[in-house]
């Protein structure tokens, strides 16, 4: 028995998803984690899933994941939740007309069960859009558009955004992991 810890609706909505095809339910706790500020994906997805295994004390995993923004020299990466609460669409525009827009996604499921933790890695690349278009996914996902579309992935239906999602891809690779 595992559960997926997450305060955001949309990210337990996505995640009940991706998981449906599995032998059972996604167990499902709505915890507000702490987050560690930090430019390493891998430091703030391993002691969120510590923070969280602390407060619910059950097998568990969360997910976390970076926009790497080329011309930004890959900021904000995992730190894009305080820049897009701050910045929000005003991000398209940070890039000038004719550089590159080019931008990776990078999203980290860790599990802990008390003794273990273990990280998995989806991503995908892409590009920023020059604004924001679409009212679907979570927080950036109407800036980004993935490699080899036009769509932005806020544009996309659901099952279209979920199968192109570095979040579904690192879940994915968990499931086959510990063979659910």
């Given at each position: 028995?595992?559960?997926?810890v997450?305060?955001?609706?949309?990210?337990?909505e996505?995640m009940t998803?991706v998981?449906?095809?599995?032998?059972?339910?996604?167990?499902?706790?709505?915890?507000?984690?702490p987050?560690?500020?930090?430019?390493?994906l891998d430091?703030?997805?391993?002691?969120?899933?510590?923070?969280?295994?602390?407060?619910a004390?059950?097998p568990?995993?969360?997910?976390?994941?970076?926009?790497f923004?080329?011309?930004?020299n890959?900021?904000?990466g995992?730190l894009?939740k305080p820049?897009?609460e701050?910045?929000?669409d005003?991000?398209?525009a940070?890039?000038?007309?004719?550089?590159s827009?080019?931008?990776?996604?990078?999203?980290?499921?860790?599990?802990c069960?008390?003794?273990?933790?273990?990280?998995?890695?989806g991503?995908?690349?892409?590009?920023?859009?020059?604004?924001?278009?679409?009212?679907?996914?979570i927080?950036?996902e109407?800036?980004?558009?993935p490699?080899?579309?036009?769509?932005?992935?806020?544009?996309m239906?659901?099952?279209?955004?979920?199968?192109?999602?570095?979040s579904?891809?690192?879940?994915?690779a968990?499931?086959r992991?510990i063979?659910l």
């Amino acid at each position: 028995m595992v559960y997926f810890v997450s305060s955001n609706e949309r990210k337990l909505e996505d995640m009940t998803q991706v998981w449906e095809d599995g032998p059972t339910p996604l167990r499902l706790l709505r915890l507000d984690v702490p987050e560690v500020l930090s430019s390493d994906l891998d430091i703030v997805v391993r002691e969120k899933a510590i923070a969280a295994y602390r407060l619910a004390l059950v097998p568990l995993f969360v997910e976390h994941g970076g926009l790497f923004i080329e011309h930004l020299n890959g900021f904000p990466g995992p730190l894009v939740k305080p820049f897009w609460e701050r910045l929000q669409d005003r991000i398209c525009a940070l890039i000038p007309a004719g550089l590159s827009r080019a931008a990776r996604v990078v999203q980290k499921v860790c599990y802990c069960d008390g003794r273990t933790l273990r990280v998995y890695t989806g991503g995908v690349l892409g590009e920023i859009a020059p604004e924001q278009r679409g009212d679907e996914g979570i927080d950036w996902e109407p800036m980004f558009i993935p490699a080899g579309h036009t769509r932005t992935l806020g544009q996309m239906p659901r099952e279209d955004r979920l199968r192109y999602s570095a979040s579904a891809e690192a879940l994915r690779a968990f499931r086959r992991d510990i063979g659910l």
